[in-house]
């Protein structure tokens, strides 16, 4: 089973800080790349072109593409970062919520994880 890293992006793929950057440099995602599966990585956009932090509901519907293609290719295992709560500036309480429910293939963080199961 291939392990894919999930990690947080802009809408102009500029990976130049946090999970973004470290995809670029060891997962194969690609400069410019803002939204899907390049390489053995994911991005999640959590900010738009300009960079600046998108509203919740604007990312909502990329994790939902991201767990229906997570659960066409449910032979592969993706690890999850702590999507929105680096760089774009959300909490744990305004992000792990989006990630409800996650395919069985799908690998959530901790601080995700504890949250929706009622642990903090």
Known sequence: MSNVFVFESNLAGIHGAGSALHAKKYYGAIQGEGIGRHGNSYAIPTKDL???????????????VFYDYAKAHYWVSFN???????????????MAPLFANPPDNVNLPEAFKAYLNNEV
């Open 50 to 64: 300009n960079l600046v932090s998108l509203p919740v509901f604007k990312i909502k519907p990329h994790v939902q």
């Open 80 to 94: 999850v970062v702590a999507i929105g709560c680096g760089l774009a500036g959300f909490t744990v309480d305004q």
